[in-house]
């Protein structure tokens, strides 16, 4: 986990509420990527970064956002519009350009809506 | 498209056994390939990657993957497991031809080893 913190662990919202997961990595990464975990499912891309100002919408970006203002952060907010919030929620960062990156995880948050 | 099958959610194996893990991939074009590891409410922990050269590779905790093109598989071993590997172990897959460095994985695999 080292090189990328999330923050908190746990999050505990009430049903709707915008809610803001943070991460920061300080592994001079260009690329910052959002994950969702649901159990059985494995990993969903949710938004990716390559470069700072810019992201694109992965797999399942309905009912989020994102910004990238800065290399080292890239924030997720779960709307309420999401209509399955809860969830284990990944964070991860690699390299970028024409070489062939692994991606670095942080410790994850656990998002409660109820 | 790229996608990754592992088609065993759970492998139980005995301390001291032989330990492998499944993993089919699809892509267009040629495929990069990642094993990662993750300990519960943890992270994911990057193993080993696949990108050309040798079919075996060799990774992080004794483990090591072999990359077989004609079955299109990557499946994860490990020669005498520990009650330790006991995790939750994913592949995953990007394609050569794809932009990025976006990856797909699939659904895990909940490795049990006993002492």
């Known amino acids: 986990d080292g090189g990328i913190t999330q923050s908190p662990k746990y999050l505990f919202r009430k049903e709707g509420q915008n809610v803001t997961l943070s991460c920061e990595q300080n592994?001079?990464?260009?690329?910052m990527y959002w994950y969702r975990q649901d159990p059985g499912q494995g990993l969903r891309l949710i938004y990716y970064?390559?470069?700072?100002?810019?992201?694109q919408k992965g797999d399942i970006a309905e009912g989020y956002s994102v910004s990238r203002e800065k290399k080292e952060s890239f924030p997720l907010t779960v709307t309420s519009a999401q209509k399955n919030p809860t969830a284990f929620y990944l964070c991860?960062?690699?390299?970028?350009?024409?070489?062939?990156?692994?991606?670095?995880f942080g410790p994850g948050t656990r998002l409660t809506v109820t | 498209a790229q996608s990754v099958a592992q088609p065993e959610d759970q492998v139980n194996v005995a301390e001291g056994n032989p330990l492998t893990v499944k993993c089919t991939y699809s892509v267009s074009g040629n495929p990069y390939l990642f094993w990662y590891v993750q300990y519960p409410n943890r992270g994911l922990q990057f193993l080993l990657k696949y990108i050309t050269g040798d079919n075996l590779v060799k990774g992080s905790y004794g483990f090591e993957a072999e990359f077989n093109k004609s079955q299109t598989s990557f499946h994860l071993k490990k020669p005498s497991a520990l009650v330790s590997d006991s995790a939750l172990y994913f592949c995953a897959v990007r394609d050569i031809k794809a932009a990025g460095n976006k990856l797909t994985f699939g659904g895990g695999t909940r490795v049990l080893v006993k002492p």
């Open positions: 991860a960062s690699s390299g970028s350009g024409t070489g062939v990156y692994e991606q670095y």
């Open positions: 592994l001079n990464h260009d690329a």
């Open positions: 970064s390559q470069i700072v100002n810019d992201f």
